[in-house]
């Protein structure tokens, strides 16, 4: 089993609308969690990370579930801009600078 | 604003080859990271460093090796290079806690 699985779509969402994805890690361990997004022949940029409290930046809401090991991103009014690869991160624990990606899901938003 | 940069976007080299890249970041930091992208793989980590002189295998190491001789720079080694490592090769850097990598813009490597 991978470590952070993920749906690899892709989603086709017209504009406007909102989508949401999921992550899910197996090591129970994982401490820190962040989202990023990887334009198509560019390299990964931090979206956002994810607190145990949930966050939310402006468009987007990240959202932990511990007790299920996932993590969700959502994305409300929709933005042809918003066309990326996002990959989940988790890290295994606080100290350990090593971070396990997934595979990332595809996003296409049509107009 | 980080910069990542890395020695070149594109590389053709021959099987059996030497291959050198080169990474380069500004902003002091700690870690460095070498991960290669192929599809439907995703991101593996081959080797990191929390430290000059220090390195610590990823998951897929074997066929490479690295250099960290100055805390700016981490250099990711091919030995002979062979066609299942045409890949397209990210490096990256972070500070100590752990906290967002920054990446580089990638070398897409071809072995023929």
């Known amino acids: 089993r991978k470590e952070v699985e993920q749906d690899p779509g892709p989603f086709n969402v017209p504009e406007g609308a909102t989508v949401a994805f999921n992550c899910t890690y197996s090591?129970?361990?994982?401490?820190?969690f962040f989202w990023y997004r990887q334009d198509c022949r560019k390299e990964p940029k931090l979206l956002m990370s994810v607190y145990s409290s949930g966050n939310e930046d402006g468009r987007f809401t990240a959202q932990l579930n511990r007790a299920s090991q996932y993590i969700s991103l959502l994305i409300r009014d929709s933005k042809l801009s918003d066309s990326a690869t996002y990959l989940c991160v988790a890290t295994p624990n606080f100290g350990n600078e090593k971070l396990t990606f997934g595979t990332g899901t595809r996003l296409t938003i049509i107009p | 604003d980080v910069k990542v940069t890395q020695s070149s976007r594109y590389l053709v080299k021959r099987t059996g080859e030497k291959v050198f890249l080169e990474c380069v970041q500004d902003m002091d930091h700690e870690n460095m990271f070498w991960y290669r992208q192929d599809p439907g793989l995703g991101l593996r980590l081959i080797y990191f460093?929390?430290?000059?002189?220090?390195?610590e295998k990823g998951d897929i190491p074997e066929g490479y090796s690295v250099s960290r001789e100055k805390k700016e720079r981490f250099s990711l080694i091919l030995e002979s290079a062979s066609t299942n490592q045409t890949s397209m090769y990210l490096c990256?850097?972070?500070?100590?806690?752990?906290?967002?990598?920054?990446f580089g813009p990638g070398t897409r490597l071809t072995v023929t």
């Open positions: 090591n129970s361990a994982s401490q820190s």
């Open positions: 990256a850097s972070s500070r100590t806690p752990p906290a967002e990598q920054y």
């Open positions: 460093s929390y430290d000059v002189k220090m390195k």
